[in-house]
């Protein structure tokens, strides 16, 4: 690395040079003056702790998505109006600004899906609630800015005032995600963070392939996260466990699909 | 020169140049990134962390102070085990990895505006490690969740090292006895869950360091003991 190109990362990661000083354990005046270019000829192993500072490898973000569709703008930068310019056919979420392609979904996936959504419905049914229970695709505006739209497998929302301009704005009660390999990374990372930080009061995420489902119940600090497999009935905790998912029954309903992937 | 004797100055054109310095002077000054200063959640960088009094536990992630608890015995048990477990496993394969405890800053994502603190780390490339703090992430991190930071613990810093590059988290929850381990590598993002009386595989090992927990436990049952007597 030449001390022009240590120059331009410094300049691109705004280090001072008492940083770069701390970082390489050289004395400030030795960083000033090489960087500074007043020293012409710098010791080998001064360039060299200096390089270490910046050698820095690429972070691998969680990222999914081709640059997208007809607009030079760059990740983390697109709003609600370039997702609603998407075609119809390409499914995508918006988090904060980054387009994410989604794949589409598999039969065993929209089964799960499905089915959780029915027992919701049959429960708030059966005591004249007022939730609704709803399966993707759903638009929810989780923050209500311009940065973030995402498409949850299931939703419940119990504030009807929630639906807002033909899509949810805000968040909702009770979010389902049925896991697939492409979106694992980004539902367990990141989105667990947005719903926490939306108020999204409950989370799970059904991992068809391990048999498993999480329960993140983001208001009950003694039982945050609970693990449960296909065999078990999972409690649904906005609803107080009174209503429970049988996954056993799911499970057996699905599993000629299972023998066909075999 | 006084303010005074640039008061009585008759000469309005030295009495301008004055305060016009003066106020330059104070500008300036208040301009300094100074502990204290007023600045948002979200705005810190590097220089406020380092600005803070030592006796202030905090991290910053992405530009927001977090304060830090205190551990309790249980928390330095449990950290002093695994780090001894960990150091032992590389010391009797010779190998190059390290195994650091908290406090030791590590710079995560490289940049100024977070500066984090795991309990238990392994770092196997040592360009990384500086003398001051760790300058990217490491392989293998160890948080042992206290109840004011199982939030943080348990979903922004799993985000942050699944997006750092760390290879292997685990989540250490004293209260429910048991440990949340995230294999963040290799795009298979397996999560699994194990009790206190677990042996848990080290995976960025091969699985061919095995922390026997139920060990752990014995040592640091009589705390859970105590815990119920008073």
Redesign the interface.
């Known amino acids: 690395m030449t001390i022009d190109e240590m120059r331009e990362l410094k300049k691109e990661l705004g280090f001072s040079y008492e940083q770069i000083a701390k970082m390489s354990n050289l004395p400030v005046g030795t960083v000033q003056k090489v960087l500074g270019g007043i020293t012409k000829a710098p010791r080998y192993e001064t360039l060299k702790a200096l390089e270490s500072v910046f050698e820095i490898k690429k972070t691998n973000m969680i990222q999914e998505a081709q640059p997208a569709y007809g607009v030079e703008k760059k990740q983390g930068e697109y709003t609600i109006e370039d997702y609603f310019t998407l075609p119809d056919e390409r499914r995508v979420e918006l988090i904060d600004g980054v387009i994410y392609d989604m794949a589409s979904p598999t039969a065993i996936h929209q089964i799960i899906a499905d089915e959780i959504c029915g027992i919701f419905k049959n429960f708030v049914r059966s005591k004249n609630g007022i939730c609704m229970p709803l399966t993707s695709p759903i638009d929810v505006q989780l923050d209500c800015d311009n940065k973030t739209i995402v498409q949850p497998d299931v939703v419940v929302i119990c504030d009807r005032s929630k639906f807002k301009y033909g899509r949810i704005y805000g968040a909702p009660e009770l979010v389902v995600e049925v896991l697939s390999p492409s979106t694992l990374k980004k539902d367990t990372y990141l989105k667990a963070q947005k719903y926490l930080n939306a108020g999204v009061r409950e989370y799970w995420m059904v991992d068809p392939k391990r048999k498993r489902v999480f329960v993140h119940q983001f208001e009950n600090d003694d039982s945050l996260i609970n693990m449960y497999t296909f065999e078990d009935e999972v409690p649904v905790g906005i609803w107080n466990g009174e209503c429970k998912v049988k996954f056993r029954e799911i499970y057996e309903y699905v599993e000629f699909l299972y023998q066909q992937e075999e | 020169m006084t303010i005074d004797e640039t008061n009585n100055n008759q000469n309005s054109k030295g009495l301008y140049d004055q305060k016009e310095q003066l106020d330059s002077v104070s500008m300036v000054c208040e301009s300094q990134p100074v502990y204290g200063t007023v600045k948002k959640q979200g705005e810190y960088t590097?220089?406020d962390y380092l600005a803070i009094p030592d006796d202030r536990r905090v991290e910053l992630i992405d530009g927001v102070i977090y304060d830090m608890s205190s551990p309790t015995a249980i928390h330095q048990e449990i950290l002093i085990e695994l780090a001894t477990i960990l150091k032992n496993y590389i010391h009797s394969k010779n190998g190059k990895c390290k195994t650091y405890v908290s406090a030791f800053d590590v710079q995560l994502?490289?940049?100024?505006k977070t500066i984090v603190q795991p309990d238990v780390m392994i770092i196997c490339d040592r360009?990384k490690v500086?003398?001051?703090?760790v300058?990217?992430?490491p392989d293998f991190i160890v948080e042992i969740l206290s109840?004011s930071t199982?939030?943080k613990d348990?979903?922004?810093k799993?985000?942050k090292y699944?997006?750092?590059?760390v290879r292997e988290y685990w989540i250490v929850d004293p209260l429910?006895k048991r440990i949340?381990v995230h294999d963040l590598e290799n795009?298979t993002?397996?999560?699994e869950?194990y009790t206190f009386d677990d042996q848990i595989p080290v995976r960025i090992f091969g699985g061919d360091c095995i922390v026997d927990f139920h060990t752990i436990h014995m040592e640091i049952e009589y705390l859970y003991q105590d815990n119920e007597e008073t």
């Open positions: 590097i220089e994502d490289c940049d100024e360009n500086h003398l001051q703090r300058f990217g992430a109840p199982d939030k348990s979903y922004l799993l985000y699944a997006n750092a590059g429910k949340i795009n993002y397996v999560t869950v």
